[in-house]
């Protein structure tokens, strides 16, 4: 579910990795505001950009040799970015709401999700 990065290096410069800062730049801006109105379309922002992310692959799938493995690989990814976008649609409504305890509380389960995306899904320095 939580992809939202700053870009691996191999991938800061790819579709993905620009999609994922985009995204990573609204869940800043969002996770700290009190204005429900601001914070919305911060929401907003962060679902168009999951939702450009489902159309690519990351790196360390797309290098993955061909077969069952890649496949299901692939579909869990795709699967990730879902949830995280009905996540965000959850950040929209509690912002609509008002209801920035709410927004809090979801805010911290985005950052758990996106540490276990990026374990899950990004290829470790070997430096």
């Known amino acids: 579910m939580g992809l939202m990065l700053v870009p691996a290096k191999a ?3 790819s579709a993905l990795g620009k999609q994922m800062e985009s995204m990573n730049d609204a869940f800043k801006a969002f996770r700290r505001e009190t204005d429900p109105v601001k914070g919305a379309t911060q929401a ?10 489902a159309a690519e692959t990351p790196e360390l799938v797309e290098q ?7 496949v299901k ?13 009905i996540t965000l649609c959850e950040v929209e409504d509690a912002f609509i ?8 509380k979801i ?11 990026h374990d899950k899904f990004i290829e470790k320095d070997k430096d």
């Open 97 to 104: 709401a008002g209801n920035i305890a709410e927004v809090t």
């Open 73 to 85: 690989a692939a579909l869990e990814y795709r699967k990730m970015i879902g949830k995280l976008f």
């Open 64 to 70: 993955m040799p061909d077969g069952p493995d890649k």
């Open 44 to 53: 907003r922002t962060a679902q168009q950009a999951a939702l450009k992310c």
């Open 11 to 13: 991938e800061e410069h």
């Open 107 to 117: 805010v911290d389960s985005l950052k758990e999700a996106k540490k276990a995306g």
